[in-house]
């Protein structure tokens, strides 16, 4: 490529008005949350119907948007490659998941997804050609919802898919490799969809905050500094069922009870220290009666902080209040880790681009660290990362239906894209 980063025809022609990339990026959002298991309420977990429609519209948006290769890789993996004005260059990734939590909002994952593709469009629609390929990746699984684990997308594209995965059941005792199969996906073919770090700038993910910070302090965008560490724990308590209407109160070993405890134990020692948050989204009595004092009981665990050693020191400390609820009450239990993920800085040069852009846009730079995990966490080990937080509405509330965003932030997040692949590009023009 010679002389400026953008190329061919239509690249001297005028950008689309203001508000128009951010209307498109709300269209998309509104139509893909059309793709729903629940009926009034969006959930879309790994290869369910809702899933595989998600990621054809995905797919068809991608070609419609001018990217010059589109596929669903063998792992569900939504990828869209924009090429570059000349032969042998390299890519910057760009992406986030399109699964969701059961009842969750329409922008946690996919903005990620969809700014950069209404970015591309405007580039394609320019006729203008980076120093470098962009490639936009929606994620299957992030949110790890229908098989308890995380990451199974991001995995996958950075070569460490845990094919033990595979064997793992969902709630109706249907494997991950049965369901992908049924799904049309190719369990036997996962390691194709890995990429190759050596032709990789890095991995940038823009994403909306899902808390309130931004919100508060009356900002649009923040450059994100480190992604939390998570350790997340699957409990089984064993205690002893009987009788709800004889078995008298002393003599019981009521598995729901130590459940209970465990739960209020969780809250109090993460309660009062900074960052630090504790949190049992999962409590059930697996086959549980009304007249019934519950034989078992499963509670999961999710202890996050910007330091391991405080995250950590709570989990040490869990364990042997669960030690002592078990034995005052004459239950067993069985703690399966699920998830360890340290936390995770981004890269300095990446992420001082994105308050770069933030400044061009008019907007003040600022930084904040990410409590939620992404995707960027399994990117990090592979290339440089970086992520750009964009304000939730609501209070900041996501994983829920009321997640929200505005159309003026939609369109600064696909404006701070494409801003950023400009820079990206002038610095490849350079190497
Ligand atoms: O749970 C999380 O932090 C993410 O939203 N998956
Ligand atoms: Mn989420
Ligand atoms: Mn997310």
Same mark, same amino acid.
């Given at each position: *490529? ?22 498109? #990026? ?6 893909? +949350? ?27 948006? *991608? ?8 596929? !669903? ?20 990734? &760009? ?26 469009? =405007? ?26 684990? &995380? ?15 595979? =064997? ?70 064993? $205690?002893?069922? $009987?009788?709800?209407?004889? &078995? ?22 993460? +309660? ?20 019934? !004092? ?15 050693? #405080? ?26 880790? !699920?998830?360890?993920?340290?936390? &995770? ?23 904040? +660290? ?14 440089? *990362?970086? *992520?750009?937080? #964009? ?11 009321? =997640? ?28």
């Amino acid at each position: *490529m010679s002389g400026g980063h953008a190329t061919g025809p239509g690249a001297q022609g005028a950008g689309t008005p203001p508000g128009e990339l951010g209307a498109r #990026v709300m269209g998309w959002a509104d139509e893909l +949350a059309g793709a729903t298991e629940t009926p009034g309420a969006l959930t879309v977990t790994f290869c369910s119907e809702a899933h595989a429609a998600a990621a054809g519209t995905l797919l068809g948006w *991608m070609r419609d948007s001018g990217f010059d290769e589109a596929h !669903i890789d063998p792992v569900g993996n939504v990828v869209g490659r924009y090429r570059a004005g000349r032969a042998g260059a390299r890519q910057l990734l &760009t992406g986030s998941h399109y699964d969701t939590v059961r009842d969750g909002g329409r922008y946690d994952g996919r903005l990620g997804i969809l700014a950069p593709m209404a970015a591309v469009g =405007e580039l394609s629609r320019r006729g203008e050609r980076l120093a470098h390929d962009v490639v936009v990746i929606g994620f299957s699984d992030e949110e790890g919802v229908r098989f308890g684990s &995380t990451f199974l997308g991001s995995s996958a594209v950075v070569g460490r898919f845990d094919r033990r995965l595979l =064997e793992r059941r969902d709630g109706s005792g249907v494997s991950m490799r049965e369901a992908m199969l049924a799904a049309g996906l190719s369990p036997e073919r996962i390691g194709e969809a890995a990429m190759s770090a050596t032709d990789t700038i890095g991995y940038v993910e823009i994403h909306i905050e899902q808390g309130p910070v931004l919100l508060e302090r009356r900002l649009a965008l923040g450059a994100v500094t480190a992604i939390n560490g998570a350790v997340r724990l699957m409990i089984e308590l064993h $205690g002893e069922s $009987g009788h709800a209407g004889t &078995t008298p109160m002393p003599v019981r070993h009521d598995a729901a009870c130590a459940a209970a405890e465990l739960v209020l134990q969780v809250e109090a020692r993460c +309660a009062g220290v900074p960052g630090l948050v504790g949190t049992c989204g999962i409590l059930e009595t697996p086959g549980g009666s009304v007249n019934v !004092i519950p034989g078992r009981c499963r509670v999961s665990v999710d202890v996050r902080a910007p330091d391991d050693a #405080v995250r950590d020191a709570a989990l040490a400390d869990i364990r042997a209040g669960l030690e002592a609820i078990a034995a005052r009450r004459g239950v067993r239990f069985d703690v399966e880790r !699920i998830l360890e993920a340290g936390a &995770t800085a981004v890269d300095p040069a990446l992420k001082a681009l994105w308050l770069d852009v933030i400044r061009e846009l008019g907007q003040p730079p600022f930084e904040l +660290a990410s409590g939620a995990g992404h995707d960027a966490i399994c990117l990090a080990g592979f290339c440089p *990362m970086a *992520m750009l937080f #964009v304000r939730c509405g609501n209070g900041g509330v996501s994983h829920s239906p009321d =997640e929200t965003m505005t159309a003026e932030d939609a369109d600064l997040a696909a404006r701070a894209f494409l801003a950023y692949v400009r820079h990206t590009s002038r610095r490849e023009e350079g190497r």
